[in-house]
């Protein structure tokens, strides 16, 4: 902190330097947080296999329709 | 390298249950029983040993009724780009489909599918070794529920080549469907062929849809 005219700095009994975020919290008595990680962001959605459109998407064909599914291997 | 030519099929098994009795018998007929049993456990053994991909049995029971033969006359075909020729009976129709392939139905009211028959050339991945996967994976990835596979074989007799099939059943958003789908390589080209209808009425429809996949040329 700085204070008449000066920086001051918090030392242990040996004479090292203590964060003074760590002084506060060693002040209230419990151990300091650490900093709350970053949400991970979600994973995209997974694609229905070979991303076969419903709801009549795609070229409309039978599959594409809750109709039954037609002899193409993934294209 | 030598080849197999012999198919190989695949069902559902089945299990048999006992019930007991309590053991009120003497020294000897207890041999006589323990003896009773260790000859049905080897039958056993030997009965479910064999009933997995042997590479020496006949086509069973759920593939039987593919009989390679010509279309009845009257019936019309469907033939793809690639070669292969589909063949469906009179009341069926053409039906939107995908590039390269054919898709006839024969539609119910409010465009129902009562049954219906698709040819379209290989197009992924799939192969006659992992034919009894791909299948339902796939039918997984289309988005379906409850896919089940009920039987598969390989290295059956086409009229033009050899095949591995599978017969599920899969649910969409609509229906629940049965099918047969083949991987059936010829000397020129290798297709599909689908043959399904509602799983509710599979009879009323399955001796058509046998007889459309026993005329399938790849």
Redesign the interface.
Known sequence: MVAFGGAWFVVSPSGAQVPSHAAKASRAGHAAKPAPKPAAPKPAPKPSGNGIPQNNGGDQDADNNGGPDDGDGGI | MAVTRTPTTTAVRTTATAVSEPMTRTPAKVSIVVGVVALAAVLIVGVTSGGGHSGHRPASAPFAWLQPAAPPAAWKVARIPSGATLAYPPGWRP?????G?A?V?LLGSGGR?DG?L???P?????TAANWSR?RP????????RNVRLLASAENLAFRSGRGSCVIDI?T????T?R?I?CLVSGPDST????A??PNAGWEHQAATLERAVSSFVP
């Open positions: 039906v939107k489909t995908d590039a392939t898709s139905a599918y219906f698709n040819a379209t290989k197009s992924g991945r799939e791909f994976d796939h039918n997984r990835g289309e988005g379906n899969y969409t958003s609509k229906a469907f099918e789908a297709a599909v062929v689908v399904a209808a």
